[in-house]
């Protein structure tokens, strides 16, 4: 089992850049696929990256390809979410997710493939 800690929401005007963190305990961490999703108020939660377990592969929601990038540090147990060119449409909570599934990446944009979830970190965007 895992836990997760997101840190490094805020405010930010449109086209600015945040980075994300998102801690985990556990020394299984390494083991983990792990996923970023978002929630904006009103909306359902939607997958925005995933990124095996290893780091050598990676997986976008095209509405954040070319400006979010995923990496993970397994010796630090942690899982970056760096995003440039933000935009306010990109306003939501940010809540990253683990999983010890096997399945190809596209399979990875599923929530149901997570059993293990973050209490997320508020990400605001200005116009």
């Known amino acids: 089992q895992v836990q997760l800690i997101e840190s490094g929401g805020g405010l930010v005007q449109a086209g600015g850049s945040l980075r994300l963190s998102c801690a985990a305990s556990?020394?299984?961490?390494?083991?983990?696929?792990m996923g970023w999703f978002r929630q904006a108020p009103g909306k359902e939660r939607e997958f925005v990256v995933a990124?095996?377990?290893?780091?050598?592969?990676?997986y976008y929601a095209d509405s954040v390809k070319g400006r979010f990038t995923i990496s993970r540090d397994n010796a630090k147990n942690t899982v970056y979410l760096q995003m440039n060119s933000l935009k306010p449409e990109d306003t939501a909570v940010y809540y990253c997710?683990?999983?010890?599934?096997?399945?190809?990446?596209?399979?990875?944009?599923?929530?149901?493939?997570?059993?293990?979830w973050g209490q997320g970190t508020q990400v605001t965007v200005s116009s």
């Open positions: 990124i095996s377990w290893s780091g050598g592969n990676t």
């Open positions: 556990g020394r299984t961490f390494s083991s983990y696929a």
């Open positions: 997710a683990g999983s010890q599934a096997r399945g190809t990446m596209p399979m990875m944009d599923r929530r149901s493939q997570y059993p293990y």
